[in-house]
């Protein structure tokens, strides 16, 4: 299939995610890794150079979003009882998987160690999505779930970074970039943004994606990942985007309709259904090798900071997703892991977005307090003509 | 007095509308209290960022309070006192729950709206007349 053929092929797939996610109710991102997947083994389409390139590089704006997307002053209040939290839900699990993968499924240490990144994440998203649909992100529960959640991440990206570096001499220049658009970005931006900014050919979103493109490349002359540098980035651009809503919004737009999908249905695409199907005793093996570490180790601490929701914490911080696709992909694309152990990585990503996810919601959710209409706030300005109307199934 | 207590569901969809209007009528009629729950359906489920449930919400909220404002307008206009709820979950499990711990002995609710996952709102019609600890008015 040519390249304009199978482009053709993934626009109509990325559209019919779309109508399906609003349909159903279900995350647009679950749905393209979904639909990847029928795709590509349906088809039998191998990813070609040009969706490899794109999905990389929406790898880095997704990390860069979730580190932009961090609450820093309620991490800042929280820190002290959530670090604990998120550092156990990172090691115990990175340790457990990587020791099943190395010993019981003879991956190589590259490989386990892939493996263990992978499953020692948190997902952001769900959690968030989780708490603000219950109102518990206005509590003491919630926040101290975010923030343990954000722990969690920093480690994994971190990971990502520092244990497949094999130091070149680009290594200086890698470091010194890093830090000089850490420091100089924020201080820069609201010049630039005042100048250059809220035009509709977006400078600013130009200036983002050229500092993640310069990353990505002095990462990889540097045999490294930018994924910590570009999520630490993020999050120094994070009260930027909180004074600046708008930008933040536009960064969404450009990043949720041309770049994430390619990056799920990359991810989709490269999973083997038959592979998965001859490894369903791996697949719970590696399941569980998540599940257990992280409730032994995040439970006992979970009843001290965030009692009596201990459960509940406990099972949120067992979900999985975008971290651990990214780290897979990673795996994938550097040639640490092959399909199958890629396929395997997915699908326990998957299982462990939605099966803790399910069962906290159904069994353990504690209720927050209701809020009446007229207290709610507008999270953007209205305009007096604009009265709802509902079309549909829309939301 | 035949009702003391109103409770009617709102998702600004037609039928909605149409079971509002009617609400209003009602008081009109009993001089009863009325009470407009809106529901909040679920945020994306599984999401992989957390851009994807701000912007959600974001469209959620806008919507919702454009909604409680008209209410509370229309009632203004009907002379009718009106007290608007939020609550965020599944459409007919949130109305049964509501309606049972608030006390109302009578439940209007439009039906072929859409709320939210339920796709028809006559599946949460049928499910709140079955759960419903009083009795539902379903306008058509």
Known sequence: MSDIAIAALLAGTILVASTISVEVGLSVALIELLLGVIVGNAFHLDVPTWLAFLG????????????????VPQFRREWRASLSIGLV??????????????????WNHRQAEIGGLALSTTSLAVVYAVLVETGLNRELVGKRLMSATFVTDIATVA???????????????????????????????????????????????KLVFASLFLLMWLGSRANSQAALPAFILGLVMSGHYVRHRKEQERMRVVAFAFLTPFFFLKGGMSVSAGALWANL??????????MV???????????????PHATFTTLLMSTGLTFGTITSLYGLNAGIIDRTQFSLLIAVVVLSAIVPTAIAQRFFQPHAEPREASGVRPVAPMSPSQTPVRE???S | MPFERILVAIDGSEASDRAFAKALELVEVTAARLTALAIEGPLPAYAATVGEVDEVKREKDQFFNALAARSREQAEKAGVELT???????????????????GFDLVVLGHRGHFLRDHLLGSTADRVAENAPCPVMIVR
């Not at chain 1, 005793?281 to 569980?288: E, T």
């Not at chain 2, 608007?84 to 608030?102: K, M, P, Q």
């Open chain 1, 56 to 71: 990389s590089f929406a790898g880095i704006v997704l990390t860069f979003q979730a580190g932009a997307e961090v609450d």
């Open chain 1, 89 to 106: 839900s990172f090691l115990a699990p990175f340790a457990v998987v990587a020791t099943v993968c190395y010993y019981a499924l003879d």
């Open chain 1, 159 to 205: 990971g990502l970074t520092v244990l497949f570096v094999k130091p070149t001499v680009w290594a200086i220049p890698f470091v010194l970039v890093s830090v000089a658009l850490i420091v100089g970005l924020p201080l820069a931006s609201p010049w630039f943004f005042r100048r250059y900014g809220d035009r509709v050919i977006e400078p600013e979103i």
């Open chain 1, 281 to 290: 005793g791996i697949l719970a093996l590696l399941f569980v090798a998540k």
């Open chain 1, 293 to 307: 570490p992280k409730f032994g180790a995040v439970y006992p601490l979970a009843r001290r900071y965030t009692a």
């Open chain 1, 392 to 394: 549909g199934a829309g």
């Open chain 2, 84 to 102: 608007v709820e939020l609550r965020a979950g599944h459409a007919a499990e949130v109305i049964s729950d509501f309606a049972a711990g608030g």
